[in-house]
């Protein structure tokens, strides 16, 4: 993930804080029929690690792509496979369809696949290495994975798509020809006459210190997005973590989508310090951070 263009400065004791009031909101209870499950996304996340990296081209991606689809045929109404030719490597796009016959239509996105270079490594040796990418891909997919399982437990009031886009991660932001593959391959192939009423992407939202800022290309382009999600998070009283403030301004899948007249913001954690290093491993992941997103996620479909 990403290019940034701003960035801001946080406090750790803050976040801390938050996060530990956040986690000590009392016992919670098992999810009801329909609802997202926290608990079941973190496996979710534990099963793409276990493929290993999910770089595209290697054996690793393939078989996370084939698991992912399998999942999906599973869940969704219809799910349609887009094949993307890139150069050497074959990518794949994922859109995942709920009530396909509905007008009125959510599209909720993340990528799934892994950055070969881990560039923003304290240690130049390791900026060679790959990222791990347990919170930098693994939660988006689990999220959405999530979210699949409770509308397929219970219809959503609306047309949902989930699309799960590859490549995003490949090569040098500088250079956008090897990044945002599939969201932009996505914006360029869309269904016939496709008009979604808004786009939400999921990406860095499953790290334990949890706080998700408003962030700048969502505010300018969707800013009736930005608010209807915030106003949910903070319904369901997850004020603390949707933080009402603008901090990074990212370029990212959504920015595609933008550039195709879709309304997409990004829901993304930018704060996450182990970002495009060697250490984004699943100890950085929390159930409790993949509940909170997938129950706004949710909330906002029923």
Known sequence: MKSCVVRGVWCVA????????RAGGGARRGPSAGAFDGKTAFTYVERQMAFGLRIPGTPAHRATGDWILSQLRTRADTVIVQEIPHGALQLRNYFARFQPAATDRVLFLAHWDTRPHADQSQNLGQQRLPVPGANDGASGVAV???????????????????????????GNFADSTDVLIGSRWFAAHQPPGYQPLYGVLFDMVGDKDLQIYQEGNSLAVAPEVVQRVWQVAADLGYGRVFVPSPRHTLTDDHVSLQRAGIHAIDVVDFDYPF???????????SAASLQIVGDVAVALVR
């Not at 699949?148 to 437990?153: C, G, I, S, T, V």
Request: aromatic letters at 6%.
């Open 14 to 21: 803050v976040v801390v804080l938050a996060c530990q009031a």
């Open 275 to 285: 970002w495009h290093t060697t250490e984004d491993t699943i100890d950085k992941v």
């Open 144 to 170: 959405l994975l999530g979210v699949a399982d409770a509308l397929k437990q219970r219809a959503p009031s609306l047309g949902v798509d989930l699309l799960f886009v590859d490549g995003e991660d490949y």
